[in-house]
């Protein structure tokens, strides 16, 4: 699986739309300090379903959206879209390119699709599970990321190894049952409140 391609619009400094193409050998984006560099690493945590705002350096959920500049007024919706060649399967889809959207409004609105299909996020953030990219993963890097990771608690720490050893798909899983069970638990004690009084 590889990066194939990276569209933005409206995304922080982002008011035109780009298309970065990723073809193979390129391992690096340079460009003037605040030229928007950091910008599209955000982007691609963003699009693989991010959900702290500290992480993309933001404070509110339309701080991702161009907030315009001396020539240009604000944007009202902020989208990344980002293409993976598929051709190895490694995202369990039967689809060789898979393109994943994410699109916020001012409103607060947001839309997730996988292939122009709507999703819900979780469905984009289990797509990445153990795959080494996603919300959890270590592929995308940012600054002061490593000093972060090595002073975190170590349970925290775990979750960086936990990805990596690929268990993270079933963790999730398993604390989404629990927390079913737990619910399915106090519906039973409701019910036989309920019988009691029936008696
Ligand atoms: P450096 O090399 O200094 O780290 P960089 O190339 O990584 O810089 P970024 O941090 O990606 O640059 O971009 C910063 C620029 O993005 C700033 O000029 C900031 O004003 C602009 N920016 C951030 N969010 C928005 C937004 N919502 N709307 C418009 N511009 C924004």
Redesign the pocket.
């Known amino acids: 699986m590889h990066l194939k391609r990276l569209e933005i619009h409206g995304f922080?400094?982002f008011?035109d739309r780009i298309n970065l193409v990723f073809k193979p050998g390129i391992t690096a984006i340079v460009?003037?300090?605040?030229?928007?560099?950091?910008?599209?690493a955000?982007s691609l945590r963003w699009v693989m379903g991010e959900t702290n705002l500290r992480n993309i350096?933001g404070t509110k959920t339309d701080?991702?959206?161009?907030?315009?500049?001396e020539e240009r007024k604000?944007l009202g919706m902020a989208e990344v879209t980002l293409v993976l060649d598929n051709t190895d399967q490694t995202l369990p889809l039967d689809y060789t390119e898979v393109a994943v959207t994410r699109r916020v409004y001012r409103s607060g609105e947001s839309e997730f699709l996988i292939n122009r299909v709507p999703v819900r996020l979780r469905d984009i953030q289990e797509l990445f599970f153990d795959t080494g990219l996603g919300k959890e993963a270590y592929s995308v890097i940012s600054?002061g990321k490593i000093d972060a990771i090595l002073s975190v608690r170590p349970e925290d720490r775990r979750s960086v190894f936990e990805e990596a050893a690929g268990i993270m798909r079933y963790k999730v899983k398993k604390n989404l049952t629990l927390k079913k069970l737990g619910e399915t638990e106090n519906n039973i004690l409701r019910i036989e409140d309920l019988l009691q009084e029936l008696r």
């Open positions: 922080k400094s008011a460009g003037p300090n605040g030229s928007g560099k950091s910008n599209i955000d350096r701080d991702v959206i161009f907030s315009g500049s604000p600054q």
